[in-house]
Each structure stands twice: as C-alpha cells, then as structure tokens.
C-alpha cells in the first residue's frame, strides 16, 4: 500500500481534501477563530504564516514524511482546519496521526470525531496498520481527553521531549490504538457520530448538551 497517496476521505461531518497552497487564504481565516495561533502549548501557525506552513508540509509530504490534508466543513463547505499522517513508518505498519488543528466554532460539533475516523478507517483498513499513535503536550488537557475519547490508550509521557523555539520544554503525552483494538473502536466512533446526525444545531441559549465529540 502506499502510505504517502492523500486520498479524499469524505463522512457525513468533515471531508479530508489533499492540502494544497489554494488553501492558505481560507486557513488564514480559520485560524483566527479562537485565536489558535495564540495558545503557548500549540504550535498553531498565524495567520500571516499559514501560507508558509501550508509550504513547508508540502515539502515534507514530496520527501516522504508527511501526508497533510484541509479539514472542510460539509454543510457550507468551509475549510476549518488541517491533519496530517506523519511518523510514517510503512516498514512497520505505523503512524501517527497529528499537527491537526481545527476552528474553535468548528470544535465540540462531531467534526473531530468524524475526522479521526476517516483517518483511522484508512489507516487500518486501507494501509494495513498494526498501530496508529497520537501525541500531545502534556498541558494541552482539551487535546488529551478528545484523544482519549477516541478510545486511544495512554501509552506513557516521554519528558523533557522537544525543545521549543521560545526555549520552553515540552513534556509529550503518547497515546495509540492498536489492530486488535480497532473493531472496538470503530464501533463507538461510529455510534457516536449516530448521535451526532439526531442532535439539531445549539440554540441560543447554550442549554442543549451535546455529546462528546
């Protein structure tokens, strides 16, 4: 199989496109919804960046390291993030699934849920994966509880991992789901995005709950 192909993966929430320099003005405006790019323990690209970043994924997509797509919202067509493969190790079976972020209106709506699906159901069910890992910093708790959520098991913290360009060092938090794990998980994704599709828009006043993505 060949794991550097960026197919277009398309679910009922979210639709994975092969990300391409066309996306930066529609990434640039993402972005500045929540002000990811501000948060000290994302490396989020700003919006005068975002052509660059968008430059620099390419770069290692034609060097074999990385496999990036565009988030797009299907109900107004709207580019709300991006993910990517990276870690690929097709030797032995495996990636990782990060450097995804997604528009704050865009979040707590079934979209990652949807997202991490497709890319999971590629992964295993495409490429063959015996393993698929996730990786965090370790104060960036949102990130930590959504992956969790996905059914993904904590495998360890690697401490005093990467050294930042600001000089701050971050500890990592490794998750991953596994091939024997994948049915299961498969099975809860899926009955989660069910719930989703039955759920009508928030209204205005915030009481409705919905589940977690």
Not at 102 to 113: D, E, H, V
């Amino acid at each position: 199989m060949d794991f550097l192909a960026t197919p277009t993966l398309t679910g009922s929430l979210a639709t994975l496109e092969p990300l391409a320099l066309e996306h930066a003005p529609e990434l640039a405006e993402a972005v500045q919804d929540g002000q990811l790019h501000q948060l000290w323990y994302t490396r989020v690209p700003a919006p005068d960046r975002m052509r660059e970043d968008i430059e620099a994924r390419l770069a290692a997509h034609a060097e074999g390291r990385v496999v990036p797509w565009v988030i797009r919202r299907p109900g107004d067509g709207a580019a709300v993030g991006v993910t990517t493969f990276l870690n690929i190790r097709a030797e032995h079976r495996r990636l990782e699934i990060g450097s995804t972020w997604i528009a704050a209106s865009a979040q707590g709506t079934g979209l990652n849920t949807q997202v991490k699906l497709l890319q999971l159901t590629h992964a295993f069910e495409t490429l063959g994966c015996i393993a698929v890992e996730f990786r965090t910093h370790w104060h960036n708790h949102r990130s930590r509880a959504a992956i969790a959520g996905l059914g993904a098991k904590q495998d360890g913290v690697l401490r005093n991992h990467d050294l930042w360009r600001d000089g701050t060092v971050r500890d990592v938090v490794v998750f991953s789901v596994i091939d024997r794990e994948w049915p299961t998980v498969r099975l809860s994704l899926t009955e989660k995005l069910a719930r989703w599709s039955v759920i009508p828009a928030p209204v205005q006043s915030g009481t409705l709950r919905r589940p977690t993505p």
